[in-house]
Every structure is written in C-alpha cells, then in structure tokens.
C-alpha cells in the first residue's frame, strides 16, 4: 500500500496547517486525516505525516499513541464502539457490550476474521443523556436495546 495523500488531500492538509502559527498544531487534525484515508495510523503513516509537517516520528508517534481516538492496528470496516461508563453501565451498556461481543466473536480492540467489524469498550462518549450509548464508525445511536443492536448489526453484513 501506498503511504501518500493525493492532490485534493495535500490541499486540505494545506489548509490544515494555515489556520495555526506553527504546523506541529495540526498533527492532530492531519493523524485524523491520514485516519480516514488508510483505516489506521501505521507506522509508515507515522513517517509520513512527520514528513509532511517536518516532525519527528517520535512526536507523531508520541501524540498518535497517546489518543485512543487512533487506531494502532487495522480495524473493521465497521467499528463498534460501547460506552461503558457509569450512566450507560447503568442503562445496559455492559450488557450491550456482551452481547456484540458474543454475536460477533471478538472482544475489546478485535476485528472478525473477514474484517467487517471491530469492538471497542468505551469510556465515555458525551451522550449520558442518551444512555446506552453505541457508535457504529462515526454515526451515534443512543438510548440502544440488545434488539436494536442486533438489527443495526445484521443491517451491515
């Protein structure tokens, strides 16, 4: 696989990098990015992305490890992430938890053999309100039963 941005994305990381006073302040932004387009942040992204904002790999390496907004491996095509903490484990996330991780046969941080899905326990997702909470990529389902999750799930097979 190739590690590089085509003409459009260089322009947007261009535009990136305008709206701070140094670039080491779009690292953040520009890992986001480079997430998007190759599905992880690897260690010849981590290259990469130094190379574009004139950084060392160990302070990308430094921020892209620090955040567990990152991914550090490949993960599905479909990422699921349950939150856990205290509002949703009492509305049922725990639970919610179980049962994805049973219906799909992986646990924290795995992908199905296929590559389709990845489970992510969760924190905290800024949705108390809305507990039980589940994020399907970037789209946010709150308020979410076992039954709902099941129909999400077998929606995307």
């Known amino acids: 696989m190739v ?4 003409k459009e994305e260089l322009i947007q990381v261009e535009k990136i990098k305008s709206k701070y006073p140094q670039p080491k302040a779009a690292i953040m932004a520009v890992l986001w990015l ?3 387009k190759f599905g992880w942040i690897s260690d010849d992204v981590k290259k990469y992305i130094g190379e574009l904002l004139g950084l060392s790999y160990s302070h990308v390496h430094g921020v892209a490890s620090f955040y567990t907004m990152y991914f550090k491996k ?3 095509k ?3 992430q349950v939150c856990t903490n205290v ?3 009492l509305l049922g996330g725990e ?3 179980s049962h994805i991780s049973n219906k799909l046969g992986i646990g924290h941080n795995q992908r199905t053999d296929d590559g389709k899905f990845s489970l992510e326990e969760v ?6 309100g809305g507990a039980p909470m589940l994020a399907i990529n970037e789209d946010y389902h709150e308020f979410v039963n076992i039954n709902e999750v099941d129909k999400l799930i077998d929606s995307l097979k």
Do not use: D
């Open 3 to 6: 590690i590089e941005f085509n």
């Open 123 to 128: 924190e905290c997702m800024g949705a108390c």
């Open 95 to 97: 639970e919610l938890y």
């Open 74 to 76: 490949p993960m599905g």
């Open 87 to 89: 509002s949703c484990m």
């Open 78 to 80: 479909y990422h699921l």
């Open 34 to 36: 480079a997430q998007k």
